[in-house]
C-alpha cells in the first residue's frame, strides 16, 4: 500500500557510523507503523527496530540495542535509523517496512517494503 524507498547505504569501517533513511509516499504517513529489517546473504531475514506511528514507542533487536537510533519526521515522510559502531556482523541489506499494525512491522509481515540499501561493513 505504501511506496518505501531507503537509501544511505554504503560502505563503513567497523567502528563506523551511517545513517538510513527511508522516504514513503503515501498520504496517511501518521497512521503507519515504521521499522527496519536486514537479511545477509544465505541468512534469514531479521528484525532491527520499530518505531510506532506517533513516535513514542520504538523497538530494538538485542544485537543493536544502543547503537542504533530509529526515529521519524512526519512532514517529511521519511523514517531514519542512525547507526553507529557498526560491526561486520551488521553487513546486510536493510529494508524499511510500514504497517498499521506494529506486530506485523516486528514479525516481518508488513504489506508495504522497500527496495532495500546495501550495508556493508568492513576494514
Known amino acids: 500500500q505504501v511506496h518505501l524507498v531507503e537509501s544511505g547505504g554504503g560502505l563503513v569501517q567497523p567502528g563506523g557510523s551511517l545513517r538510513l533513511s527511508c522516504a514513503a509516499s503515501?498520504?496517511?504517513?501518521?497512521?503507519?507503523?515504521l521499522g527496519w529489517l536486514r537479511q545477509a546473504p544465505g541468512k534469514e531475514r531479521e528484525f532491527v527496530s520499530a518505531?510506532?506511528?506517533?513516535?513514542?514507542?520504538?523497538y530494538y533487536a538485542d544485537s543493536v540495542k544502543e547503537r542504533f537510533t530509529i526515529s521519524r519526521d512526519n512532514a517529511k515522510n521519511t523514517v531514519y535509523m542512525q547507526m553507529n559502531d557498526l560491526k561486520p556482523e551488521d553487513t546486510a541489506i536493510y529494508y524499511c517496512?510500514?504497517?498499521?499494525?506494529?506486530?506485523?512491522?516486528?514479525?516481518?509481515?508488513?504489506?508495504?517494503w522497500g527496495q532495500g540499501t546495501q550495508v556493508t561493513v568492513s576494514s
Open positions: 517496512a510500514a504497517d498499521s499494525n506494529s506486530a506485523y512491522v516486528i514479525q516481518g509481515r508488513s504489506d508495504s
Open positions: 503515501t498520504n496517511a504517513f501518521r497512521i503507519y507503523n
Open positions: 518505531i510506532s506511528y506517533d513516535g513514542v514507542n520504538t
